[in-house]
């Protein structure tokens, strides 16, 4: 059965730092999500990872996939206010199955 | 092109009656799925769909009917609500074409509050 973990599940931080939030999983796959959701708000989608070593960036964010390791990562660089939010890391093999989540808050 | 339309945004039930809640998509879509949001926690799988006519369970199907007669279609049924049923509900839907993955597109969601 597929699991997913993220942490941490909770991030406070402060603008300027770099910090980066993990997502295992538990099967084989190579399809690996990460979404943003905004309280009270829908899913938006950040990346979608498809391969070993696919890496992916969008500003501030990058984010990395090991199916290897069954690990991703999510690298803030220079975190920023506006990228408070809650981020949730998926992954698919015949359905899509999420984490945890980590709120992230950063502050001044 | 409206993508996944979920309807109503908000409801109120009474404990033991029943609704349905509407997911459609209109982007020909294979796979369709419904996930529950717990306050604080993540996405919960309650059902999915790989095209007309087939459904399967997710994490959390106890409660929960579906069905799958048409690609736009993939309405969720709640036959006789529960307090514990109290959540936000998001439909999701999203294919692939020729080993290309195009992402899952997540409707807006359905509050849901059972007294």
């Known amino acids: ?108 | 092109n409206a993508g996944v339309t979920q309807t109503p945004k908000f409801q109120v039930l009474k404990t033991g009656q029943s609704m349905t809640l509407q997911c459609a998509q209109d982007m020909n879509h294979e796979y369709m799925s419904w996930y529950r949001q717990d306050p604080g926690m993540g996405l919960r799988l309650i059902h999915y769909s790989v095209g007309a006519g087939i459904t399967d369970q997710g994490e959390v199907p106890n409660g929960y009917n579906v069905s799958r007669s048409t690609t736009e279609d993939f309405p969720l049924r709640l036959l006789s609500a529960a307090p514990s049923q109290t959540s936000v509900y998001f439909c999701a839907s999203s294919y692939f074409r020729q080993g290309r993955d195009y992402g899952y597109t997540f409707g807006s969601g359905t509050r849901l509050t059972v007294v």
């Open chain 1, 1 to 108: 059965e597929l699991k997913v973990e993220q942490n941490p599940l909770f991030l406070s931080m402060q603008e300027g730092k770099n910090y980066t939030i993990y997502c295992n999983y538990s099967t084989t796959s190579d399809r690996l999500y990460w979404y943003r959701q905004d309280p009270g708000k829908s899913l938006e989608s950040l990346f979608v990872l498809l391969s070993n070593g696919a890496v992916k960036q969008e500003g501030r964010l990058m984010a990395s996939l090991d199916t290897k390791a069954r690990l991703s990562t999510l690298h803030i660089t220079a975190a920023v206010h506006d990228l408070s939010a809650t981020y949730f890391c998926a992954v698919a093999d015949t359905k899509l199955i999420f984490g945890t989540g980590t709120r992230l808050q950063v502050f001044p």
